[in-house]
């Protein structure tokens, strides 16, 4: 099985817990993005009916259009009932790293307004600890002299050998901007960074930082899909 059928098989899952009248978190990226198409499946199949999205990305926003998905947003719903979101890594406590799509703070206002979120991954995101793997932590944040807000990430997490870095568009090399109209700066670590709930503190703490990428003690289910078939995790 390819990494992408692995991902279709575990939204395929996720959307069986979706039920007519429920407001969905619609998540961003290639996992999430199946999810979506299946949703939009059932509901023209007549299977879901009454069915609100409230998108994570302009992207996902401009395919749940297209595909005839009805729309609306938090300040609307307040309360979501589930959302359906993929993840860069998950670790065994189910924290998730999220975000290299760039789409984090649209993803952690929906999904911390919602009942029930079910991550769906193929297992080469399931991690030992958060941030372990090198690849990028991301944090969102203001243009305003982003060099002073990187510099003082980087800084915070030295003994974890943290080196920061602006992310830019691999089109034309320009700072890459949110759909919120920040930058990311993404953060990569040589060694562990320890508590995580309190490395959410320190970041959040600073001002000019958004939101982080770290989403912890969020996911109620994560649906992992890997060559053995398909395991449910529960919080
Ligand atoms: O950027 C994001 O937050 C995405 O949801 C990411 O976490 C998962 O993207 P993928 O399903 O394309 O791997």
Redesign the pocket.
């Known amino acids: 099985l390819t990494q992408d059928e692995l991902?279709k098989i575990a939204a395929y899952k996720a959307v069986e817990y979706v039920e007519s009248g429920m407001v969905l978190g619609l998540?961003?990226?290639?996992?999430?993005?199946h999810a979506v198409d299946r949703i939009a499946e059932l509901l023209r199949q007549g299977k879901l009916h009454s069915i609100v999205g409230i998108p994570?990305s302009k992207k996902t926003h401009d395919q749940a259009v297209s595909l005839g998905i009805p729309l609306s947003d938090l300040d609307a719903h307040p309360v979501v009932d589930l959302a359906i979101?993929?993840?860069?890594e998950v670790d065994p406590f189910l924290n998730?790293?999220?975000?290299?799509?760039?789409?984090?703070l649209r993803?952690k206002m929906v999904e911390s307004s919602c009942r029930k979120f079910v991550v769906?991954?193929d297992e080469s995101?399931l991690v030992k600890h958060l941030g372990a793997s090198g690849l990028a932590m991301?944090v969102e944040i203001v243009p305003f002299c982003w060099k002073f807000t990187a510099q003082r990430l980087q800084t915070l997490f030295e003994d974890s050998g943290c080196v920061a870095q602006l992310r830019t568009s691999v089109e034309n090399g320009e700072p890459f901007v949110t759909d919120n109209r920040n930058y990311i700066v993404d953060l990569y670590f040589k060694k562990d960074i320890g508590d995580l709930k309190a490395a959410s503190d320190e970041i959040l703490r600073l001002a000019g930082v958004v939101e982080h990428?770290m989403f912890l003690d969020m996911a109620t289910t994560v649906i992992v899909a890997g060559e053995l078939g398909v395991t449910v995790k529960n919080k």
């Open positions: 991902k998540g961003t990226g290639s996992t999430a993005k994570t979101d993929g993840a860069d998730l790293v999220k975000g290299r799509g760039g789409s984090l993803e769906i991954v995101k991301p990428g």
